[in-house]
């Protein structure tokens, strides 16, 4: 399974983004999906996760109200839907896919088998 990600760039406050990261060699339609972040100098955190079918979505809190996930099962899309964008938003954004438990464990990276690589979202005026 390959994840591709895209759709970072540099962006004003205030502003909004799409990421994509396009799931390919695997049944995307079996897995879950989630994107996380790093910040210059901080540790990788969860942002947002969906499951298999779409049904459940979960956000960390500090994004809560400002980004959507979904997914297109037809393209093998997941997407993360930026809003309101903040400059401590800004960090490397990664996709990553596998059999997410329905548990709190959905939260943490060790729960993913596969990712992509990065793609940077710098919010700046």
């Known amino acids: 399974v390959q994840l591709q990600a895209s759709g970072g760039g540099l962006v004003q406050p205030g502003g909004f983004l799409r990421l994509s990261c396009v799931v390919s060699?695997?049944?995307?339609?079996?897995?879950?999906a989630a994107w996380f972040r790093q910040a210059p100098g901080k540790e990788r955190e969860f942002v947002a996760v969906?499951?298999?079918?779409?049904?459940?979505?979960s956000y960390t809190d500090s994004v809560k109200g400002r980004f959507i996930i979904s997914r297109n099962d037809a393209a093998n899309t997941v997407y993360l839907q930026m809003n309101g964008l903040k400059p401590e938003d800004t960090a490397d954004y990664y996709c990553?896919?596998?059999?997410?438990?329905?548990?709190?464990?959905?939260?943490?990276?060790?729960?993913?088998?596969?990712w992509g690589q990065g793609t940077l979202v710098t919010v700046s005026s």
């Open positions: 060699g695997g049944a995307f339609r079996s897995l879950g």
């Open positions: 969906i499951n298999w079918n779409g049904a459940l979505t």
């Open positions: 990553a896919a596998g059999y997410v438990p329905a548990s709190e464990d959905k939260f943490l990276e060790t729960s993913y088998d596969y």
